[in-house]
């Protein structure tokens, strides 16, 4: 028999008094956080199993991490402290912005921080009801492409907790994003995309020497990380990986994850390796 599949891990990460304890409150439920509570891996923090359409899901909670007598302290260093907690044990992150304020720093940190760990990233606006323009999401979701230019591949959803809007399609794509980021490439294919890719566009040469792809596979999920074998231990120019990367989202839909590469000098003992994270 097939081993069930392992249960999504969702964290819900923002700034203070943007919606995250609203989103949490739609996507749960009361009755839900009653009878589904779960000890955490902290003493503070509960984590809350929920089922959606046949998916079981975790709802990684941070609340517990603010603990009252440490607000005073700094608010905003607390709330990065909590979303550093849960974006280490999450699958897929909501970082949830406020419609009103979306091009705060402390949300591209957060972002980057999510990046760099390798999770699935939804970029998630909420309070959308209280637009001003509220037919203007077109509009809205290019200011974010500007802002959040270094995870172009995180998708947006519009939400309004409060009222209920969008929580299904976030969920949805919360499915989605997951299921992306455990997807495997056959090699077969992955190296066929790579020289169609590399015989259009190659790459420049390194100390006059052409530089090669011998062979490409795919070391891991979780996030889809690939390993190139090259002829020169060297590595990619970062606007020629961004290029790589770009073709392998486009052939394999890697939408919401962040896609790792490591090049390597094939048939070295101790090849030098070095990873490019967009």
Avoid: C
Wanted: proline residues 5%; hydrophobic residues 40%; aromatic residues 8%.
């Amino acid at each position: 028999e097939e081993a069930p599949a392992p249960a999504i891990r969702v964290a819900i990460v923002g700034r203070p008094n943007v919606g995250k304890s609203s989103l949490t409150n739609a996507i749960l439920g009361e009755d839900r956080v009653v009878v589904s509570d779960v000890p955490g891996t902290t003493r503070d923090a509960i984590d809350t199993p929920f089922d959606f359409e046949g998916h079981a899901m975790v709802l990684v909670d941070t609340a517990g991490i603010r603990r009252r007598g440490k607000i005073e302290r700094g608010v905003e260093r607390h709330s990065v402290q909590a979303a550093e907690h849960a974006v280490t044990r999450a699958d897929v992150v909501f970082l949830v912005i406020d419609q009103g304020e979306a091009t705060v720093a402390q949300d591209t940190h957060i972002a980057g921080m999510v990046s760099e760990a390798g999770k699935g990233l939804i970029i998630v606006v909420n309070k959308w009801d209280l637009a001003e323009y509220p037919d203007e999401r077109h509009t809205f979701a290019r200011r974010l492409d500007v802002r959040y230019k270094f995870v172009p591949w995180a998708p947006v959803q519009f939400t309004s907790a409060l009222r209920g809007d969008g929580v299904q399609d976030l969920l949805e794509l919360a499915v989605h994003v997951d299921q992306v980021r455990r997807r495997r490439v056959q090699t077969s294919e992955l190296n066929l995309t790579i020289q169609r890719a590399m015989s259009d566009h190659g790459p420049s040469a390194v100390h006059g020497r052409r530089l090669k792809v011998m062979y490409v596979t795919q070391a891991e999920t979780e996030p889809p990380t690939f390993v190139f074998f090259t002829n020169v231990a060297t590595v990619f120019h970062f606007s020629y990986q961004r290029f790589l990367v770009n073709k392998l989202r486009e052939k394999f839909g890697f939408e919401g994850t962040p896609i790792r590469l490591h090049i390597r000098k094939r048939g070295a003992e101790r090849p030098s390796e070095r990873g490019a994270k967009r």
